[in-house]
């Protein structure tokens, strides 16, 4: 600090002394920007706080469970045992090596923090704390960023100049406009980093991801991005700090340690290495920083177990590593060219020759190496990033609502004014460009078109909408109290003026040699001052400048509203993102609000009412809470590494009551459902049967890939055949819904929280012989090791026989492909409605061959029957869809297996013939009356089918 002031001080007595006032206003303006910074800290903080004023320090949501379990087992016993650690109570009877499989980085801070760092306080409060003490941290550095990008030496040039040098070969660096505050740091480039870090520190694109008790590694990888982000920028702020780029790649590694998103990091700065080549801004600056980053960044990430050699090796990854080695090729042409003296012409035919050289080698080697799989795919998620219809062809992930694509309005609700400003600051830009400046525009496009893809992704659009929001609006703030300090541009010193005076008697001098050319251009040169001349005397009269000052006090003014709205929103949506999930608020119907603590209350019944080695069968979502908190063995959990397994869980909950009791016996003790209405079980059980039917492919009726038959009916809730007949469905509803109970022989409900949201039943005739088997039958990878997966018990074996694999659409290593599959399952998802109306008809064919086989009534008694019993069903919706639709030909088919169907009528008397004659559909009247359906008969208002040809609605 004591440096520089000092250095401050002696530049100012080589420099021309300011006067006294602005000094002054240099150092109250540092003041106060100083403590808006110290203020803006804090409240990032603190409005990350809401939870855990609220419901104390409790860890919220799903994920966070296992990270918390995961820092426990690294606490207790330590690093080489964490990285062997095998965990035979998740994924029963599989198991999962945890150390080797997750990102450590959160779980290895926050074990550090409480080792050295907050001794006294206990694990959980850290883990719950961690998040936003990193939120304050990434908005600290969001505002470093946007104040390096709008330093003068960072936004001197423009794209039109830089198009310019393109065409030129050569590169103009210009001085950017100095208005130095206190102890060498310049304005606008202090207003932009404070704004930055004021919409950063509450922007709900970031405290969605960053609220006290989020302990997942998006928490803290928000922070490892722009810390990486904002060394790489600083790097190229000139030749001296291209060591930056060392200080990037360990940015970068406590990225890649801390979460998958590292893939993002990387292909950003490779991308803007690659860049700044296309525009010719190659350097030895650039290509120091690029190289430094990328050799040791690389170097400590295949030190990730987790990682591996995946950076060398993934089509997601060789991206920056082709740059790398285009770098190393760029160097040595250089050299050559200094050497040798070369043109650019020259250098230019050099380039070509080793880059076609090295392209013939490379593609040598790809030959020879993809054959073997060297090359790993595309995973589903990112292949899901770059098709039109945002589907995957995986139904496991497309069942993730946060995989689904972002609208304008969910943009506006987590970024809300800042949204607005940054495509403002996106074109500033442009205007101020330079080789660290212009990485906010790859970044910024790359951030909305993933954002776009995928909703959970809007998380990346929060540092860089707030960098180039704080560049907007800090530019535009300082521009506006400048009008009320400043009467006029302040004079360059003589330095300057000498060395502009040089530049243009070289420039002279250089055109001198073309004669009449040189004369054109000075004249349209001193044209172009002379206008520039007259609009600056224009703005310096007192007119100009009391126009400047009313726009400026009106921007401020319309600033100052916009900021109260963005921040009363952003605090108010903050009590929002902070409802941890696993404790809920609700009103009774006196009105008073309660706290439903039904799943923590489950789970510890889970607890202190069951065996130790009890294994709890239940989605996959809720299986990191079971294992950490009941301490339970489960199924499955959020890891989602087996496609096959999930599948088999979920085959297991949604086919019949029967089929899945045979899996959950050998398999399970108790069974564990989540109720109450909203997202419970029976809400996402439609995607547990997609998944199901992706492996199993009888699971589903044949050509319904998607699940269709299986589902709700209308908007009542009303089960389709399938859904009714499932084992979750009965679990779910037993003694609740009307007519629906378990089979007492082979469940006994033990347990339903207080409110009904969880229900626990135990399961009856637990196969002893296949948990034994279990036991006693893992295989090691060798002797005494740690890595002990198990296997399915041969009890499962009748079931897991009609399994098939299934094929990622994106992995082009695996020999067989499922391509019938995965047509017929984007179809069904481009026509959902055609799907499930198809779906019904299938599995209807199906029950009426069923039903002539077991001998059913009569057609003309069933008619009778159906005629004379007025109701809502699913019979009657799909019949009023497909006249509606006046689909003839499948109706035409029902009624030929089905005669009877067309006199159904629904609630209000009424049937397909009313329903014909009201859309006017002839073929379908002359169908039915052909079946014999009457059209004189009367509804429950008293309408014939003609009234309502005539209109009449009474």
Not at 320 to 347: E, H, N, W
Not at 692 to 698: G, Q, T
């Amino acid at each position: 600090w004591k440096t520089r002031v000092c250095l401050a001080l002696n530049m100012a007595k080589k420099a021309a002394s300011p006067s006294q006032a602005d000094e002054i206003y240099a150092w109250a303006w540092f003041g106060i920007a100083a403590y808006a910074i110290g203020s803006i800290i804090f409240t990032a903080y603190d409005i990350r706080l809401a939870a855990i004023k609220e419901y104390g320090p409790v860890i919220h949501e799903f994920d966070p469970y296992f990270n918390f379990r995961a820092t426990e087992y690294l606490y207790d016993h330590g690093a080489k045992k964490f990285f062997q650690w095998f965990d035979t109570m998740v994924w029963y009877p599989l198991g999962r090596p945890v150390g080797t499989t997750i990102y450590p980085g959160m779980q290895f801070t926050a074990v550090y923090i409480k080792r050295y760092l907050l001794e006294s306080w206990s694990l959980n409060d850290i883990c719950c704390y961690m998040p936003a003490w990193f939120g304050a941290i990434a908005s600290m550095f969001t505002g470093m960023l946007a104040y390096e990008c709008a330093l003068p030496g960072n936004s001197s040039s423009n794209v039109l100049q830089w198009l310019i040098d393109l065409v030129k070969g050569n590169r103009t660096e210009l001085a950017g406009v100095k208005r130095p505050m206190a102890l060498g740091y310049m304005s606008p480039a202090v207003e932009c980093g404070v704004f930055a870090l004021g919409m950063m520190a509450i922007v709900p694109a970031h405290l969605m991801r960053s609220v006290g008790g989020g302990y997942d590694n998006e928490s803290i990888a928000v922070s490892a991005m722009v810390i990486t982000f904002y060394c790489w920028v600083r790097s190229l702020r000139n030749e001296q700090s291209a060591w930056w780029g060392a200080l990037s790649a360990l940015a970068y590694f406590y990225m890649v340690a801390a979460w998958g998103g590292y893939i993002f990091v990387l292909n950003m700065v490779g991308v803007h290495a690659a860049f700044l080549v296309a525009a010719g801004r190659f350097s030895n600056k650039v290509y120091t920083s690029y190289s430094l980053f990328y050799f040791i960044g690389t170097a400590l990430a295949v030190q990730v177990p987790v990682v591996g050699w995946s950076p060398l090796k993934s089509l997601e990854q060789l991206g920056p590593c082709a740059v790398f080695f285009a770098y190393q090729l760029l160097k040595v042409c250089d050299t050559i060219k200094g050497k040798k003296k070369m043109s650019r012409t020259g250098l230019l035919v050099l380039r070509i020759q080793v880059f076609t050289a090295a392209a013939a080698l490379g593609a040598v080697l790809i030959m020879a190496l993809a054959p073997k799989g060297y090359f790993g795919p595309l995973s589903s998620r990112v292949r899901g990033l770059f098709v039109k219809h945002t589907k995957t062809g995986n139904p496991l992930v497309d069942s993730v609502a946060e995989h689904q694509p972002a609208s304008s309005r969910a943009y506006f609700q987590y970024l809300h004014h800042v949204c607005s400003l940054a495509p403002i600051g996106f074109m500033m830009v442009f205007a101020n460009l330079s080789d660290a400046s212009s990485f906010l525009l790859i970044w910024g496009s790359a951030a909305y078109f993933f954002s776009h893809k995928m909703v959970r992704l809007i998380l990346l659009t929060a540092p860089i909408a707030s960098v180039l929001g704080g560049i907007a609006a800090g530019r535009m703030f300082a521009w506006c109290v400048r009008q009320f300090w400043e009467t006029q541009e302040k004079k360059p010193s003589s330095a300057e003026s000498n060395k502009s005076n040089e530049t243009n008697s070289g420039s002279k001098r250089g055109k001198n040699k073309k004669g009449k050319k040189t004369t054109n251009t000075n004249a349209s040169s001193d044209d172009f001052s002379s206008l520039k001349a007259s609009w600056d005397s224009a703005l310096s009269s007192s007119e100009g400048v009391i126009v400047k000052r009313s726009l400026a006090a009106m921007i401020i003014l319309m600033g100052y509203v916009l900021a109260i709205n963005f921040a009363s929103y952003c605090w108010k949506l903050s009590g929002d993102l902070s409802n941890p999930t696993i404790i809920v608020k609700a009103r009774l119907r006196d009105g008073r609000i309660i706290k439903v603590d039904d799943y923590r209350d489950a789970y510890t019944w889970l607890k202190d009412n069951t065996p130790e080695d009890s294994r709890i069968m239940a989605w996959w979502d809720y299986g990191y809470q079971i294992t950490a908190i009941a301490n339970r063995t489960t199924l499955a959990d959020g890891n989602t590494w087996n496609h096959e397994h999930i599948a088999l869980l979920g085959k297991a909950l949604t086919t019949s009551e029967e089929e899945g009791y045979e899996i959950a016996r050998h398999m399970a003790d108790y069974v564990l459902v989540w109720g109450g209405g909203g997202g419970d079980d029976l809400a996402k059980s439609p995607h547990l049967a997609r998944i199901a039917n992706s492996v199993y492919r009888d699971h589903c009726p044949a050509g319904d890939p998607t699940c269709r038959a299986f589902g709700f009916v209308d908007r009542e809730g009303s089960p389709s055949p399938m859904m009714e007949r499932s084992l979750l469905y009965r679990l779910h509803g037993n003694k609740v819904k009307p007519d629906v109970e378990a089979d007492p022989k082979k469940w006994v409900e033990v347990y339903r929280s207080k409110y009904g949201r969880v229900r626990i039943y135990k399961i009856l005739g637990v196969s002893t012989e296949s948990k034994e088997w279990v036991a006693n039958n893992r295989k090691c990878d060798a002797e005494g090791s740690w890595f002990c997966p198990g296997t399915y018990p041969p009890g499962l074996q009748h079931i897991l026989s009609r399994k098939k694999d299934f094929a990622q659409l994106e992995d082009f290593n695996r020999g067989e492909a499922d391509e019938e599959y995965q047509k017929q399952y984007f179809e069904a998802l481009n026509d959902p409605a055609r799907a499930s109306r198809d779906a019904r008809m299938r599995e209807r064919k199906e029950m009426v061959d069923k039903k002539k086989s077991d001998g059913e009534k009569g057609q003309k008694e069933k008619a009778d029957e159906l005629y004379n019993k007025w109701q809502d069903t699913e019979d009657t919706t799909l019949m009023w869809n497909l006249i509606a639709s006046n689909k003839v030909n499948e109706l035409e088919q029902w009624l030929k297996e089905e005669p009877a169907m067309a006199f159904i009528r629904s609630k209000d008397g009424r049937g397909p013939m009313w329903w014909a004659f009201e859309q006017r559909n002839e073929p379908i009247t002359k169908l039915l009356m052909k079946v014999g359906v009457p059209h004189t008969d009367r509804d429950s208002k008293g309408l014939t089918p003609a009234d309502l040809l005539e209109g009449k609605t009474e």
